[in-house]
């Protein structure tokens, strides 16, 4: 179990590891092709592929759950598989009709630009469409990878997409250097990596003389737990995408690519924690569906742990270093100014957000949905008007504020909430393993960068031994992790 955990949980960071090198490498060659209002065009289409990845999760987190169970046969999971295929199939083709012939609404609200032509806008728009469709079904197949526990699978295919989508698509951008060459080439990508991924779903799940087709009575016993998966990760989706729409709507596609480099810089946090809650869950899922109640305890204050330890690291080392790194990443463009405040704020919240990831994923292990939806529902509702007001009387600089604000507050209310429904006693020492390791980290990282900074001017070196500093400290506080798994 702990040896497949490690895989599991190794294949998910790397898929998320290339994931930011992909953004931190070539996103400044996109914005070299393209310039920062084409990057604000691809930034509005990374937010609708982003919502549309967070609804999927109603669908695609209840399949994940049904087949990582262990009374779960392959019959039912070929046949719960089709029927999830189908109503995925309905909502994609909903969601590429709205997206297609609301591409006009769309544009006039979110992508304002003097220089790029309205007609221009919506072609782009409506390619959009066809991708986030796609995109839609194709999280369903990784879904169901992810519940058989072939995440090393699951991964290798996310990764190919993305290396065409970042690395290879830069070949048709040389030639064509336009929005429409790079959106055209992310829609080719992800039709072929769909196809290859349906193909080694159903291969693992198909039995020699089964019929599959539609079976309504499977989903009328999922249906609830779905739409409350689909509406809680939509508003999730919604909170954490709308400051994004507010600036594309109060602003222009030129600050909107700006905030868009300063919500990247921000969420490298939990890229890095994300795929590790992915190999947790089904486990978690797996351990308290068959009693284990002690080893699931166990199991959770393992996985708080791990998060706190790399949230904290990586999170600590950009705000001491966010200067540092913005102006290489940038090249010292005119861009740092402006996305360094944003950067920063946003870096604090996604700390905050990965804490609330492991009471977050024990709730849904426990089958319950409604704490994380009311919670996430009460956040948009703070956050919409608090980034409505401060974009519009502050500008880029006031835009991250509430979701900062909001998200740590939510940490709490979430941990405590969760914990006395499903897991009363661990309260205190989840607290423990959550913030002793952010605690310990801080002034070790602040000494560490008031000596670095004196001892070197190159922004190079500072970041370089910075980050070395924070691969001391994981190293460091991973050691009781490690003793942890020897024993099992």
């Given amino acids: 179990m702990a040896v497949r955990l490690v895989r599991n949980s190794l294949a998910n960071i790397a898929s998320k590891v290339w994931g930011i090198i992909a953004l931190y490498v070539f996103v400044p060659i996109w914005i070299k092709?393209?310039?920062?209002?084409?990057?604000?065009?691809?930034?509005?289409?990374?937010?609708?592929?982003?919502?549309?990845?967070?609804?999927?999760?109603?669908?695609?987190?209840?399949?994940?759950?049904?087949?990582?169970?262990?009374?779960?046969?392959?019959?039912y999971r070929g046949k719960l598989l089709r029927t999830f295929?189908?109503?995925?199939?309905?909502?994609?083709?909903?969601?590429?009709?709205?997206?297609?012939?609301?591409?006009?609404?769309?544009?006039?609200?979110?992508?304002?630009?003097?220089?790029?032509?309205?007609?221009?806008?919506?072609?782009?728009?409506?390619?959009?469409?066809?991708?986030?469709?796609?995109?839609?079904?194709?999280?369903?197949?990784?879904?169901?990878?992810?519940?058989?526990?072939?995440?090393?699978?699951?991964?290798?295919?996310?990764?190919?997409?993305?290396?065409?989508?970042?690395?290879?698509?830069?070949?048709?951008?040389?030639?064509?250097?336009?929005?429409?060459?790079?959106?055209?080439?992310?829609?080719?990508?992800?039709?072929?990596?769909?196809?290859?991924?349906?193909?080694?779903?159903?291969?693992?799940?198909?039995?020699e003389g089964t019929q599959y087709g539609f079976h309504p009575e499977l989903f009328r016993t999922l249906w609830k737990f779905s739409l409350g998966m689909m509406l809680m990760s939509l508003i999730s989706a919604l909170n954490t995408q709308l400051d994004k729409l507010i600036t594309g709507h109060l602003l222009d596609l030129r600050s909107l690519g700006y905030y868009s480099l300063a919500a990247t810089v921000g969420q490298a946090v939990y890229y890095i924690v994300g795929p590790i809650g992915q190999a947790f869950y089904p486990e978690l899922t797996r351990m308290i569906s068959v009693g284990e109640r002690e080893q699931s305890r166990k199991q959770f204050l393992l996985y708080s742990y791990i998060v706190?330890?790399?949230?904290?690291?990586?999170?600590?080392?950009?705000?001491?270093?966010?200067?540092?790194?913005?102006?290489?990443?940038?090249?010292?463009?005119?861009?740092?100014?402006?996305?360094?405040?944003?950067?920063?704020?946003?870096?604090?919240?996604?700390?905050?957000?990965?804490?609330?990831?492991?009471?977050?994923?024990?709730?849904?292990?426990?089958?319950?949905?409604?704490?994380?939806?009311?919670?996430?529902?009460?956040?948009?509702?703070?956050?919409?008007?608090?980034?409505?007001?401060?974009?519009?009387?502050?500008?880029?600089?006031?835009?991250?504020?509430?979701?900062?604000?909001?998200?740590?507050?939510?940490?709490?209310?979430?941990?405590?909430?969760?914990?006395?429904?499903?897991m009363p006693g661990v309260t205190w020492a989840w607290f423990m393993r959550t913030f002793l390791p952010l605690l310990g980290m801080l002034p070790v990282v602040g000494l560490g960068h008031y000596a670095i900074c004196h001892l070197f001017e190159s922004d190079m070196l500072r970041l370089c031994f910075g980050a070395l500093l924070g691969v001391a400290l994981m190293g460091v506080l991973a050691i009781p992790i490690f003793r942890n798994l020897r024993k099992k």
């Fill in 33 to 75: 092709f393209l310039g920062v209002e084409g990057y604000g065009i691809i930034s509005f289409y990374t937010i609708l592929m982003t919502i549309i990845h967070f609804a999927d999760m109603g669908l695609s987190a209840t399949l994940t759950r049904e087949f990582a169970r262990e009374s779960t046969d392959q019959e």
């Fill in 85 to 207: 295929e189908l109503v995925y199939f309905a909502i994609a083709l909903l969601v590429f009709v709205v997206l297609f012939f609301g591409s006009g609404f769309i544009v006039d609200a979110f992508l304002k630009s003097d220089t790029v032509p309205r007609e221009t806008l919506i072609r782009h728009m409506r390619l959009m469409a066809g991708i986030v469709s796609v995109n839609f079904i194709f999280l369903l197949y990784i879904g169901g990878l992810a519940g058989l526990q072939k995440q090393v699978l699951s991964n290798t295919l996310t990764i190919s997409y993305s290396f065409s989508r970042s690395v290879l698509v830069l070949i048709p951008l040389a030639l064509v250097p336009k929005v429409g060459t790079f959106l055209i080439w992310q829609l080719f990508s992800l039709v072929v990596i769909f196809f290859i991924t349906r193909h080694l779903l159903w291969k693992a799940v198909r039995t």
């Fill in 308 to 422: 706190a330890v790399i949230a904290g690291a990586i999170g600590l080392t950009f705000i001491f270093y966010m200067p540092e790194f913005l102006s290489i990443w940038t090249g010292k463009s005119e861009a740092v100014p402006m996305i360094i405040i944003p950067a920063t704020f946003l870096v604090v919240a996604y700390i905050f957000v990965s804490f609330q990831t492991p009471p977050y994923f024990l709730a849904l292990a426990e089958g319950n949905i409604k704490i994380n939806t009311l919670l996430c529902l009460i956040q948009g509702l703070i956050i919409i008007p608090g980034v409505w007001i401060l974009t519009r009387d502050m500008g880029l600089r006031g835009t991250a504020i509430p979701y900062c604000v909001v998200n740590i507050a939510a940490t709490f209310v979430l941990a405590i909430l969760v914990f006395r429904k499903f």
